[in-house]
């Protein structure tokens, strides 16, 4: 029974410094994933605002090739009063 008792005692033994090892594992984890998630976050900016100036430029530029097709929306001609 001593035996057993011992046997039992020697494994329990080495799980309180390898809790303190995956504590660190856990904390240096956290602390890349935030690194990462902060990284993200300014590229998400960076699109936003690319994608921004690119919507900008399509209106402008649509309206461009409209005025120089001499295409008429109909929307535009609705406020318009009408000549006679």
């Known amino acids: 029974m001593i035996a057993r008792f011992r046997a039992g005692s020697a494994i329990t033994e080495p799980t ?3 809790r ?4 660190e594992e856990l904390r240096e984890r956290i602390t890349s994933l935030r690194h990462k ?3 993200l976050r300014l590229h998400v900016e960076l699109y ?3 994608i921004r100036q690119l919507t900008v430029e399509n ?6 090739l409209t005025q120089q097709q001499g295409v008429a929306h109909l929307a535009s001609q609705r406020n318009r009063p009408t000549p006679q």
């Open 16 to 18: 309180t410094p390898r």
């Open 20 to 23: 303190s090892t995956q504590v």
């Open 37 to 39: 998630n902060e990284q």
């Open 48 to 50: 936003e605002e690319h």
């Open 59 to 64: 209106t402008r530029l649509t309206a461009e």
